[in-house]
């Protein structure tokens, strides 16, 4: 103890300390929520933090408050952040578990930041800038299947990661013993990461070990480092199930017990308690207001509709993404995937050529969807256009976690201080014979995520008009592709129909009859609106019905202007979409007319039956919105409504 930096002494106790007044003010009222306290673990922080630069950067977990004191110093932004206060450090929108600060992240969902600190890393990497990411996760957090992406993905790209696990011997209330089995150090190993071993009573050595795992991960290589340690504190303000006597143990034997025994230490306290106490007395208690915070960063455009002429080239959709994205990467982007290094070139050959011509902008991934879309998003806080291709839209699911509590909520629980301009694009649907796990479109399920815009690509127009205009957004964006449009040829209009466009990003098409006034509506995307286009000459035969086709390209937030414009002139519509129909994008197509009262004379939403898709071509299409499909059930309705 004598041999240690009193600073650094001074740092842990106070930690503990401001922990210890989050506790005092929760049983006072003056917190919301709940709150993990490190006490007993907050060597861990010191002995890490203390070897990091102010470009190094933290990604943390719910039990972070020692992190985010050890790396930025900002404890009174933190007391305040506690308390809800706009002077917090996320303005008290994220409180206890949502921290952000230059150099500092942390989030409440278990090991969901592990990849997106593989990214910050590899951006590190690319730019030869010497700094490093450093992931702190709990054993018990080595249950979650993203933490091995991690490892995995930051070991094959050799970026300077130090995976920090802070082992306290339970998951919540749940003994290592029956939550974590074999060897936690060996899982590291098994990785080909280096590993190194300490624990928080023997502090000479473990500020040792912590300094030889950094100095190794800033040489350019990842590493993880196995904390032994003891929370004295319950999980969170709950009951604290565990044996008394083992608690007694771990306190009588706690280094900053035992250091405040010294009076120089005691001295410390007084004054940090005091430096709390003339923080707690002068707070202005300003809170944030709904208007300062009720915002997105979603392209709402005006309801205005200025329609204009629109040619498409002559090319293969394929060819036209290919070249889209292509013009992403001249200008800077970083690309992600399974598959698609040249001379492969992804599952589609979207990529193709890719990677040869931009070598440290294109890298591939394992299979490991979160983990890949995880280091999508650390690069794109890092400032850099990110896209992720995922080789199937049914394998979207294992994105999930990393959209739905990383990517879309960072902008708003980190107070607006950071975005995630992040793009995960990925080919969807059916009607190639793939069956059940290759042929869904699962859109639906994502079109609901608030602050994430959902694009649908058709081969309806071509798809540069969009990509392009992604550049303009900060927000995090799904590209939804289609397999069978690929190897399309982009549409071009003939003498009974014209394409039109709206005059604004990411505006609807419109394919309207030549000189024939309308009498249906027909609303549709990506590769479903191509196969109405080419089929409106058999719609008609088989219904006696005029179509205008609509096909919206923002799923989300959707923009109904045209939709309404095409209404007024119909009074009927018909919605196809590519999922099935139930709680989907018809349904919230048809809530927005009912709501403007502009109440169609009929009205019929179609999608694919609610049930796998099969394998069988006979019986594929049978459940998803063929031509044949479309026209039977608008004839089994329009009859019974007639």
Known sequence: I????????????????????????????????????????????????????????????????????????????????????????????????????????????????????????????????????????????????????????????????????????????????????????????????????????????????????????????????????????????????????????????????????????????????????????????????????????????????ELIDYTNENKRMLVALNEAYYHELENGAFMIGEDIMDPYGGAFKVTKGFSSNFPEQVYYSSISESGMTGIAIGMSLMGVKSFVEIMFGDFLALTFDQIINNASKMYHMYAFQNSAPIRIRTPMGGKRGYGPTHSQSLEKFFVGIDNVMVLALSSLINPKKFIRSLSNLECPVLIIENKLDYGKMLWVENSFYTLKIEDKPFGAALITPNKIKPTITIVSYGESARHIADNLDIFFEETDQIAELVCISKLHPIDMSLIFNSLDKTKKILIVEDGSKDFGIGSEILSNIMESNQIPDFSLKIGARPYPIPSVTSLEKKLLPFMEVICDEFLKKYKRDS
Not at 65 to 70: K, L, N, R
Not at 107 to 124: D, E, M, R, Y
């Open 2 to 305: 004598s041999n240690i930096d009193k600073k650094l002494v001074k740092e842990a106790l106070l930690i503990r300390l401001v922990e210890e007044t989050f506790l005092k003010l929760f049983s006072e009222g003056q917190m919301n929520g709940t709150v993990h306290t490190c006490v007993g673990q907050e060597f861990s922080a010191v002995a890490i933090c203390k070897n990091l630069n102010d470009d190094d950067w933290v990604t943390s977990n719910h039990r972070c408050h020692g992190h985010f004191i050890s790396k930025t110093g900002k404890w009174k932004s933190l007391i305040d952040e506690l308390m809800g206060l706009k002077s917090g450090v996320s303005k008290g929108i994220g409180s206890s578990q949502h921290l952000y600060s230059k150099g500092f992240l942390s989030n409440g969902i278990q090991g969901s930041l592990v990849p997106v600190g593989t990214g910050i890393a590899l951006f590190n990497k690319i730019n030869s800038n010497k700094n490093i990411a450093v992931s702190f996760i709990g054993e018990g957090t080595l249950g979650e299947g993203s933490v091995y992406e991690a490892f995995n993905l930051s070991s094959l790209h050799k970026v300077p990661q130090l995976f920090v696990c802070e082992n306290n011997f339970y998951s919540q209330s749940t003994p290592q013993k029956f939550s974590v089995s074999g060897s936690i150090s060996q899982r590291a190993k098994s990785f080909g990461i280096k590993v190194f071993e300490c624990d928080t009573w023997n502090l000479e050595n473990l500020f040792k070990v912590t300094k030889e795992a950094v100095e190794f991960v800033r040489k350019g290589r990842p590493a993880f480092i196995n904390i032994y340690t003891y929370r004295l504190n319950a999980h969170s303000k709950g009951d604290d199930d565990r044996n008394t006597a083992e608690i007694n143990f771990f306190y009588e034997n706690d280094p900053l017990v035992n250091l405040l025994k010294m009076d120089s230490i005691q001295k410390y306290k007084l004054e940090i308690q005091d430096d709390i106490k003339k923080h707690l007395d002068n707070l202005e208690k300003h809170y944030i207001d709904e208007d300062e915070y009720c915002f997105d960063q979603l392209p709402r455009t005006s309801k205005k509709v």
